[in-house]
């Protein structure tokens, strides 16, 4: 069972910024990809941002040119670049890594974009 520990959600104004962390048990060799999904209030779960042990990242199409998606293998750390953020950026975000067989979820970290 891989272990994940998220970090870095907070309460922000809109046009802020934020980086969330995402610290994983396991080498980045056995990882066959890792990202971020996010779950606002009375909506699905929804996938923000991933990427690939080659370093492929897929975005969707709502964080655009304002998340960015990137991982430490020294520190077995993925983390999740938020800039320009914006009231329907309000979500709870849980990272996930996918190995042979398994996704493995962190525990989730508020994120609050209000004025």
């Known amino acids: 069972q891989v272990q994940l520990v998220e970090s870095g959600g907070g309460l922000v104004q809109p046009g802020g910024s934020l980086r969330l962390s995402c610290a994983y048990s396991?080498?980045?060799?056995?990882?066959?990809?890792l990202g971020w999904y996010r779950q606002a209030p009375g909506k699905q779960r929804e996938l923000v941002a991933a990427i690939t042990r080659g370093s492929s990242t897929n975005y969707a199409d709502s964080v655009k040119g304002r998340f960015t998606i990137s991982r430490d293998n020294a520190k077995n750390t993925l983390y999740l670049q938020m800039n320009s953020l914006k009231f329907e950026d309000t979500a709870v975000y849980y990272c996930?890594?996918?190995?042979?067989?398994?996704?493995?979820w962190g525990q989730g970290t508020q994120v609050t974009v209000s004025s």
């Open positions: 396991v080498s980045i060799f056995s990882i066959y990809g």
């Open positions: 996930f890594v996918d190995i042979p067989g398994q996704r493995s």
